[in-house]
Nanobody
Framework: QVQLVESGGGLVQPGGSLKLSCAVS????????MAWHRQAPGKQRELVATISTGGSAYYVDSVKGRFTIARDNAKNTVYLQMNSLNPEDTAVYYC???????????WGQGTQVTVSS
């Protein structure tokens, strides 16, 4: 069974940085395209960034130049480095894995990121 465990969330001041991690277990990490999504209070869950099995990254416009997604296949982990955070980035951040062979999706439990002074 595939499991995703996020960590690294917390409270940060505007302009600060956080690094989220998502560890994947239960299946070969190389089979999965990875993504980070977020859900702010009262809003729908939205895509933040994706990274392919080959390492190609995609970002939504609102985080381009501030966030960086990366994967470490040796550690079965995907990261989201978040810089220049602002209050609009406050949300629960979810890790997502998509099996490129079956298209099955898996989600982590989420980690809270709060940007506030």
């Amino acid at each position: 069974q595939v499991q995703l465990v996020e960590s690294g969330g917390g409270l940060v001041q505007p302009g600060g940085s956080l690094k989220l991690s998502c560890a994947v277990s239960g299946s070969p990490f190389s089979w999965y395209g990875m993504a980070w999504h977020r859900q702010a209070p009262g809003k729908q869950r939205e895509l933040v960034a994706t990274i392919s099995t080959g390492g190609s990254a995609y970002y939504v416009d609102s985080v381009k130049g501030r966030f960086t997604i990366a994967r470490d296949n040796a550690k079965n982990t995907v990261y989201l480095q978040m810089n220049s955070l602002n209050p609009e980035d406050t949300a629960v951040y979810y890790c997502n894995a998509r099996n490129v062979l079956t298209s099955a999706h898996y989600w982590g439990q989420g980690t809270q990121v709060t940007v506030s002074s």
